[in-house]
Nanobody
Framework: QVQLVESGGGSVQAGGSLRLSCVAS????????MGWFRQVPGKEREGVVT????????FYDDSVKGRFTISRDSAKNTLYLQMASLKPEDTAMYFC??????????????????WGQGAQVTVAS
């Protein structure tokens, strides 16, 4: 069993920056992907960015390319999401996830087995 705990959410003005963290504990994964997803009320959870645990290969949604950066500190079992140039449309609950999605499904929520409780990010215009 894996536990994921996010932190670092908050409110920021458009154009500002925030960094989310996700600490993983419990069972360890040597392969698979960790990622960040987001969800607003009434909409499906959407993939933001994921990173291969062993490959470090990243997949970004087009909406965040060039603004968001994912990174991992394996020694601390921590996943980060550095968000810059934030826009009001980035407002959402952000979730950390861990799993073994199939090829081509890295940004699909169905491929992930473990989820954090979420961290709210609010961007004011």
């Amino acid at each position: 069993q894996v536990q994921l705990v996010e932190s670092g959410g908050g409110s920021v003005q458009a154009g500002g920056s925030l960094r989310l963290s996700c600490v993983a504990s419990g069972a360890t994964y040597e392969t698979g992907y960790m990622g960040w997803f987001r969800q607003v009320p009434g909409k499906e959870r959407e993939g933001v960015v994921t990173i291969g645990i062993s490959t470090e290969k990243t997949f970004y949604d087009d909406s965040v390319k060039g603004r968001f950066t994912i990174s991992r500190d394996s020694a601390k079992n921590t996943l980060y999401l550095q968000m810059a140039s934030l826009k009001p449309e980035d407002t959402a609950m952000y979730f950390c996830a861990l799993g073994r999605p199939g090829g081509g499904s890295w940004l699909r929520a169905q491929g992930y087995d473990y989820w954090g409780q979420g961290a709210q990010v609010t961007v004011a215009s």
